[in-house]
C-alpha cells in the first residue's frame, strides 16, 4: 500500500513556484523500508525524499516526528496522506490553493474508499457498498457545511491534512503521543488547534483514494473501528463532570439508534447494518472508556 502512494506522489502536479520536498516515517524498531524508499527515490529524481525512523510507537508520535523533521527544516508547509491512501494529480495544488485563498492554518479534504482487494462474496460487496454510500453521505454533509460558510466546523483528519507551520511553532502544539495506539489523535489535534484559535476548513476538490483491504470488509472491522474510536474519546474525557453526564446522553443515543438501525434493515439493508454493528461498537467504546481502558486500535495492521 505504502508503494501505491509514492507513486501517486511521483505523479502530483507540482504547485507553482513551491519548493517541494517528500518525507516517509517509519514506526518501527528498525528500518524496514529502504528498498520501497529507494525506488520513490528513482521516480522522484530532482526531489528530495528523507526517510526516518521514529521508534516510540505511536501514530501520534510519528506525527510528530514528521512534524518536528519539518520545522527543523525551516519549511511553510506539512502535507500529510495515511500509507493505505492515494492521493490525485491535483491534491496538493487544490491544498494550497485553499489556504492561500482563505489564509488557513489547517485544511483537509474528501477520503473516498476503494476496494483494495476485490470482494469475494456477495457479502464484503454489500457492506463495501454501505461503506461507501455512508462516505459519499459524508462527503456531502461536508459540501453543504463549506457552502454555508461553516469548514471551520468540519473535523479535519490526517488522512489529507495540511497545516501551516508558523501557526504550530508558535502555539508549540503538537499530537497527543499519550493516545499510543489507539487512534483519534487527528481530531484531538484539530480541536486543540481550534481552541488556539486556528482558522481551519475544507476543499472538496483535494480528491484522496483509502484503499480498502478485504480484512476490513466485516460488521466485525465496523464494529471494532467504532468501540476503539469511541473508547479513545471517553477516555480522554474521563473524570470530568460536565462529560459524564455526556457519557450517559451519548450512550443512551446510541441505544436509540441501535433500535432505529433494526428497524431499518429491511430498507436500507447494507448501511442499517453497518449501522447496527458501529453504534454497539461505540456504545461499548463510551463504557470502556470511561473505566479507563486505552485503546489500541492500530496494534492490528490491517492490509499491507
Not at 525524499?49 to 511553510?76: F, K, M, Q, T
Not at 466485516?218 to 469511541?230: F, P
Request: charge should be positive; hydrophobic fraction near 40%.
Amino acid at each position: 500500500m505504502l508503494e501505491a502512494l509514492l507513486m501517486s506522489y511521483a505523479n502530483l502536479i507540482r504547485p507553482h513556484g513551491v519548493y517541494l520536498d517528500f518525507l516517509v516515517v517509519e514506526n518501527n524498531h528498525e528500518k524496514t523500508l529502504e528498498h520501497v524508499v529507494e525506488r520513490f527515490r528513482h521516480e522522484v529524481e530532482t526531489l528530495q525524499c528523507d526517510y526516518i525512523l521514529e521508534r516510540r510507537i505511536g501514530i501520534a508520535s510519528a506525527r510528530n516526528g514528521a512534524l518536528e523533521h519539518a520545522i527543523a527544516r525551516g519549511y511553510h508547509f506539512l502535507a500529510f496522506a495515511d500509507d493505505d491512501e492515494r492521493v490525485s494529480a491535483s491534491w496538493l495544488v487544490e491544498l494550497l490553493r485553499e489556504q492561500r485563498s482563505k489564509g488557513l492554518d489547517l485544511v483537509g479534504s474528501p477520503v473516498r474508499i476503494e476496494a483494495f482487494d476485490p470482494p469475494s462474496s456477495t457479502w464484503q460487496l454489500l457492506l463495501l457498498r454501505g461503506m461507501k454510500k455512508n462516505n459519499e453521505s459524508a462527503e456531502r454533509r461536508c459540501i453543504k457545511l463549506r457552502e454555508r460558510g461553516r469548514s471551520g466546523s468540519i473535523k479535519i483528519a490526517t488522512g489529507s491534512w495540511l497545516a501551516r507551520l508558523s501557526f504550530l511553532r508558535a502555539s508549540g502544539l503538537r499530537f497527543d503521543a499519550d493516545l499510543a495506539l489507539g487512534g483519534g489523535e487527528d481530531w484531538k489535534f484539530w480541536q486543540e488547534a481550534k481552541n488556539l484559535g486556528a482558522k481551519t476548513g475544507w476543499t472538496p476538490y483535494a480528491i484522496v483514494h483509502e484503499d480498502v483491504p478485504a480484512s476490513r470488509m466485516s460488521l466485525y472491522y465496523c464494529y471494532r473501528r467504532s468501540r476503539d474510536h469511541a473508547r479513545q474519546t471517553s477516555f480522554v474525557r474521563r473524570g470530568r463532570l460536565k462529560d459524564q453526564a455526556r457519557l450517559v446522553s451519548s450512550f443512551a443515543m446510541r441505544l436509540c439508534k441501535i433500535v432505529v438501525s433494526v428497524a431499518f434493515v429491511p430498507i436500507r439493508r447494507e448501511r442499517a447494518l453497518i449501522a447496527i454493528a458501529a453504534n454497539i461498537g461505540s456504545a461499548v467504546g463510551l463504557v470502556e472508556g470511561a473505566m479507563g481502558i486505552l485503546s489500541a486500535h492500530y496494534r492490528r495492521i490491517d492490509g499491507c
